[in-house]
């Protein structure tokens, strides 16, 4: 390998995750650390966050391109909801991510980025207007959830999937309110919707679970789902920004 190669790689290897997570008990002092962290953490994303406004967070993989397909659906998303007049936010990475910020931002919507440290870097995408980088997956999910009011779940992996499953969760507990969930790609979620079938008849959801969820792949009908909620249930809360605490 020569010296060009080395140099290349050690620039592509940055060990941008703290090491933290199932490692057991850890001095007190350590553990102190960590939960200091993450407070740290929560209290960056609020400050980030907290006068956005109303969000619609639109969940999908990093891996597409912008000439796939569910790219050009997330983007088409993006403006939809830039047009009902939402802010939208994502993980703030490329793929669905970028496509969804895309559409918001050439739309003069409000485009939010939460992006995530990894060992291997996740650069935040050019399409937002506002961008935070978080260190913890959980804060990051936390809050994707704690601003938005409806949720678009695109094709995606297992951080997709993860993001999908624990809003439901949340919503089918009532930790939050009703939501609505919008997942689109019909043909890629297929099986889910067998899956949630077997559930039902296993017994390990109900019936009514399913109303949470609406499945489409016309950006029209999905925008629609989301105002007729927002109409009836949301009310705006205008915050007062405060000098003393460096609000901007």
């Known amino acids: 390998m020569n010296t060009d190669t080395q140099k290349s790689n050690k620039r592509r290897i940055i060990p941008a995750v703290k090491s933290y997570g199932l490692e057991g008990p850890k001095s007190r002092l350590h553990e102190l650390r960590y939960a200091i962290d993450i407070f740290v953490q929560f209290i960056k994303g609020f400050r980030a966050l907290h006068f956005i406004g109303p969000c619609i967070t639109v969940f999908g993989s990093a891996r597409f391109k912008e000439d796939h397909p569910f790219y050009i659906l997330a983007r088409e998303m993006g403006k939809k909801i830039a047009e009902a007049g939402f802010a939208t936010i994502t993980g703030g990475g ?3 991510m970028e496509a969804a910020n895309r559409g918001a931002f050439e739309n003069n919507g409000k485009s939010i ?5 990894l060992p291997y870097e996740q650069l935040p995408n050019p399409y937002v207007h506002n ?15 704690k601003y ?5 779940i695109m094709p995606g992996g ?3 999937q993860d993001e999908f499953f624990e809003t439901l969760t949340l919503i089918q507990t009532k930790v939050i309110k009703n939501f609505p969930i919008v997942v689109m790609g019909k043909d890629y979620y297929e099986p889910f919707q067998h ?7 296993g017994g390990t959801i109900s019936p009514e679970d399913k109303k949470f969820i609406l499945f489409t792949d016309d950006t029209e009908e999905a925008i629609n789902y989301i105002k007729n909620y927002m109409g009836s249930n949301y009310k705006a809360k205008k915050h007062k920004r405060l000098w003393w605490l460096l609000e901007k």
């Not at 980025?113 to 440290?117: L, M, P, Y």
């Not at 961008?131 to 959830?145: A, C, G, N, W």
């Not at 899956?195 to 008849?201: F, N, S």
């Open 94 to 96: 490329p793929g669905i």
């Open 195 to 201: 899956w949630m079938e077997h559930m039902i008849t």
């Open 113 to 117: 980025g939460c992006n995530i440290k």
């Open 131 to 145: 961008s935070i980088t978080i260190d913890f997956f959980f804060v990051r999910k936390v809050l994707l959830v």
């Open 148 to 152: 938005s009011y409806a949720f678009v």
């Open 158 to 160: 297992f951080g997709t």
